[in-house]
C-alpha cells in the first residue's frame, strides 16, 4: 500500500514540532486508506510483516499502548510490550540498558512513553531502531495530537480555519503543546483557556490566544477539547479545590446549551467525569471522543506504515 510512494521527512517521530504540513497530510491521507481497511470483514494488511516492534512503556496508559498494539497487529508486524511496572527498572537498571537489551533481540522499531520531557529525543540519539514517542513527560505526544486534529478534519472536512480551544491543565500536559504545534501548521486558530496557575507564561510565544473565562472561549471556538487536571505531575496546588475548579472550568450541558450554537466537544480521555466534563456532554451527540480512539488506530497505522518506508 503506497500514497503516490511519498515520504516523511523524519526518520523517527518525537514530536509534531520536527514534521511539516506536508507530512501531517501525507498521515492523514494513509489513515484515510487504514480507516477503510479497518472497515473491512478482515481487518489486517501484510505492510510490516517483516517488522518487530517493542511498545515500551514506562508510564501508565490505556489508549494509547492498546491502540498502538493494535496498529502494530493490523499492519502484520511482530510486537513485544514492556510495561516499566514490572521489569528489571525497579531493580536499578537505567532506559538505555533496558532499551539495548529489549533491541538486542532484533527490534526494529520503538514505541516509547516515559514521564521524563525529552526521553525520546535523548532515546533516539543513543539507538539505532526508529522511535515514536507515545507521551514524554509534559512535553509532546504526537500521535494524540495528530488524531485529535485528524478527527476534526472528519468532522469539518478541512482543518484550516477552525477556531479550537484547549480547556484546563495547559501547563502540565503534553497533548496542548502538540495540539498547538500541529493544528497550526494545519492552519487553525488555537486558544488556551484555564486558570492563571495553569496557563504557562511562554504560551502567547506560540502564537496562542489566552483566555481565562470558560465562557467567552466557547462562545469564540468551533471545537473544545478538555484537559484532565493532572495531578500527578502537580507538586504544589495550582487552585484552592477541584470542586472550584470544576464550577469555573468544568463544561455541562446547561452551559453548552446556553451557546446560540453547536460546538464540537473532544477530550483525549482520560476523563474524570464531573470534574473537567459531566457525563451527559462527554456522551452527549456533540462529544466525539470515542471517535477519536477510533480514528487513534489508523493514524498510528499510518505513522508506523510511513516510518517503516523510511528504513
Ligand atoms: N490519551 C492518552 O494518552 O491516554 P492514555 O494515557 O490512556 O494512553
Redesign the pocket.
Known amino acids: 500500500m503506497t500514497v503516490d510512494n511519498q515520504q516523511l521527512s523524519v526518520r523517527n517521530l518525537l514530536g509534531i514540532k520536527d514534521i511539516t504540513k506536508q507530512d501531517i497530510e501525507l498521515i492523514f491521507e494513509t489513515a484515510d486508506t487504514f480507516k477503510n481497511v479497518l472497515d473491512r470483514p478482515i481487518k489486517k494488511v501484510p505492510s510490516l510483516r517483516e517488522v518487530t516492534i517493542a511498545n515500551i512503556f514506562f508510564?501508565?496508559?490505556?489508549?494509547?499502548?492498546?491502540?498502538f498494539e493494535l496498529a502494530e497487529k493490523r499492519l502484520s508486524a511482530d510486537v513485544i510490550n514492556f510495561a516499566a511496572s514490572s521489569s528489571s527498572v525497579s531493580k536499578g537498571e537505567t532506559l538505555i540498558d533496558t532499551v539495548k537489551n529489549i533491541l538486542a533481540m532484533r527490534v526494529d522499531m520503538v514505541v516509547m512513553?516515559h514521564p521524563h520531557p525529552g526521553a525520546a529525543v535523548f532515546l533516539s540519539k543513543h539507538i539505532g531502531a526508529q522511535i515514536v514517542n507515545?507521551?514524554d513527560g509534559a512535553h509532546e505526544?504526537p500521535t494524540?495530537a495528530l488524531l485529535d486534529a485528524y478527527s476534526i478534519r472528519e468532522r469539518y472536512s478541512d482543518v484550516s480555519g477552525k477556531r479550537v480551544v484547549i480547556v484546563g491543565d495547559i501547563m502540565h500536559s503534553?497533548?496542548a503543546l502538540s495540539n498547538i504545534l500541529c493544528l497550526q501548521k494545519l492552519g487553525a486558530e488555537v486558544m488556551v483557556c484555564g486558570p492563571t496557575t495553569l496557563v504557562p507564561k511562554y504560551i502567547q510565544s506560540l502564537g496562542v490566544r489566552v483566555e481565562h473565562n470558560l465562557r467567552n472561549a466557547l462562545n469564540w471556538c468551533d471545537v473544545a477539547n478538555m484537559l484532565r487536571i493532572q495531578l500527578e505531575r502537580q507538586d504544589i496546588k495550582y487552585f484552592p479545590s477541584l470542586r472550584e475548579y470544576t464550577m469555573l472550568y468544568g463544561l455541562n450541558k446547561q452551559i453548552l446549551d446556553s451557546l446560540n450554537k453547536e460546538i464540537t466537544i473532544m477530550h483525549?480521555?482520560?476523563i474524570n467525569r464531573g470534574v473537567e466534563i459531566t457525563s451527559d456532554v462527554a456522551d452527549g451527540h456533540q462529544s466525539v471522543i470515542l471517535d477519536q480512539v477510533e480514528n487513534?488506530v489508523a493514524i498510528r497505522m499510518a505513522v508506523l506504515y510511513l516510518l517503516a518506508g523510511q528504513q
Open positions: 508510564e501508565n496508559s490505556t489508549r494509547t499502548r492498546l491502540s512513553r507515545a507521551g505526544h494524540q503534553r497533548v483525549p480521555g482520560p487513534g
